[in-house]
């Protein structure tokens, strides 16, 4: 089993970046594909952005893709989530989730983690 705990999130202008971290626990982090989600009021959760195991194929919402980018450090056990030229429309609570497939996965129904997430707030 894996804990995930994020962190980064907060309040930020328009055009500014933020880096959100996962931090997962255990010792078998390098055996998960990982991936961020978010979730704004009032919408249903959407892919954002997914990381293979070891960290050599990513995948990309339309919507983040040139903006954000996702990395990986196995020997620190942690996810990270590089967001830059923010909108307001990336307002939202930002979750990382796990997986054991080999691939980056887009889909919520196919991961087996989450953490509690993180708000991300980006005031026009």
């Known amino acids: 089993q894996v804990q995930l705990v994020e962190s980064g999130g907060g309040l930020v202008q328009a055009g500014g970046s933020l880096r959100l971290s996962c931090a997962a626990s255990?010792?078998?982090?390098?055996?998960?594909?990982m991936g961020w989600f978010r979730q704004a009021p009032g919408k249903e959760r959407e892919f954002v952005a997914a990381i293979s195991r070891s960290g050599s194929i990513t995948n990309y919402a339309d919507s983040v893709k040139g903006r954000f980018t996702i990395s990986r450090d196995n020997a620190k056990n942690t996810v990270y989530l590089q967001m830059n030229s923010l909108k307001p429309e990336d307002t939202a609570v930002y979750y990382c989730?796990?997986?054991?497939?080999?691939?980056?996965?887009?889909?919520?129904?196919?991961?087996?983690?989450w953490g509690q997430g993180t708000q991300v707030t980006v005031d026009s």
């Open positions: 255990g010792r078998t982090f390098s055996t998960y594909g």
């Open positions: 989730a796990a997986n054991r497939k080999l691939y980056p996965v887009i889909w919520a129904a196919e991961y087996d983690y």
